[in-house]
């Protein structure tokens, strides 16, 4: 039995009678309040799941959530493990495996982000169309998985059937919302103006260090995946002053009401029910 499997299999026993999950929401740093009002609520650390170790990072809590929105058994997964804790791309990606290994086949992966586009300001949203990666070796790496595809399509990375409907809705509800790539990088130390140039060069609207391992991963098991980065701060370069992880929490706080909304009407518009 794989890790990912002994993981599933303990996870899939705490849903007890209720519906399996259908689709598995990723919260980035300082977003944990979007579970508060999920219904039937079950909460599953990840130290009960073995395999998992708790994140490092704060704004992440690493815990599970289980529970029910518009209608929709939803998985929630409030902490990452990132590459700079010291983690392996294999390992950062894990929890999108044992959400397939549970049954589930979407996933929405959000994360705080730092704006580089002109559109990109803080309590902006951006919903990813692409994803540059400057991070190395990624979680495909070693011995092919079940249900992998050894050799992933990474021309529409992001669901665009998902992206339209998403993009209707919020400017039918008013909410700012552009399209934009995210671009990556390894961290923890934040980006140099001249990195933030060099991405800006490159095309990325928004930088941040995780989401482009899950989504590598959620790709090769044919997973259906919605991004959307809550901008915290502009990068370096782009600001005046010092960046510090607490502006990055204070800012996903704020932003993170509109970030539910938009969540919400991911989870009405899934296409294909899941």
């Given at each position: 039995?794989?890790?990912e499997?002994?993981a599933?299999?303990v ?9 399996a ?15 508060d009002?999920?219904e039937d609520?079950?909460?599953?650390e990840f130290?009960?799941?073995p395999?998992?170790p708790?994140?490092?990072v ?11 929105t ?6 929630v997964?409030m902490g990452r ?10 390992a950062v ?8 290994g549970v049954?589930i ?16 300001v803080?309590?902006s949203v951006v919903?990813?169309k ?6 190395g070796i990624?979680?495909l790496?070693g011995?092919l ?10 021309s529409?990375?992001?669901d665009?059937?998902w992206?339209?409907s998403v993009?209707v ?12 790539i995210?671009?990556a ?12 140039r060099?991405l800006?060069?490159?095309?990325a609207d ?9 989504v ?14 809550l ?8 600001r005046e ?5 607490a502006?990055v ?6 932003g993170?009401?509109v970030?539910?909304?938009?969540i ?5 518009h899934l296409?294909?029910?899941?």
């Open positions: 039995m794989t890790a499997t002994a599933a299999t996870l899939a026993r705490r849903f007890g009678d209720r519906p999950p259908e689709t598995l929401l990723v919260l980035g740093s300082g977003l944990s309040q979007l579970v009002r999920l609520a079950v909460r599953i130290s009960d799941i395999g998992f708790k994140p490092s704060e704004g992440h809590e690493g815990a599970f959530i289980l529970g029910a518009e209608g929709r058994q939803l998985l997964q493990f990132h590459r700079y804790e010291g983690f392996s791309a294999v990606a894990m929890p999108i495996r044992v959400a397939y049954g086949r979407s996933v929405i992966l959000t994360n705080a982000a730092g704006g580089i586009g002109v559109g990109a803080p309590g919903v990813l692409d994803q540059i990666s400057s991070v990624g979680p790496m011995p998985r079940v249900g992998e595809d050894r050799f992933p399509d990474m529409a990375p992001f665009r059937e992206i339209a993009m809705v919020a400017e039918e509800l008013g909410i700012r919302l552009s399209k934009g995210y671009g990088m390894q961290g923890p130390a934040f980006e140099t103006p001249a990195e933030i060099m800006r060069t490159l095309g928004v930088v941040g260090m995780s989401t482009v391992d899950e590598i991963q959620a790709r090769a098991l044919g997973m259906r995946i919605l991004g959307l980065s901008v915290t701060n502009r990068a370096a370069g782009l002053g010092e960046l510090a992880h502006e929490l204070t800012g996903a706080h704020q993170a009401p970030l539910e909304t938009l919400r009407v991911a989870l009405r296409p294909g029910g899941g």
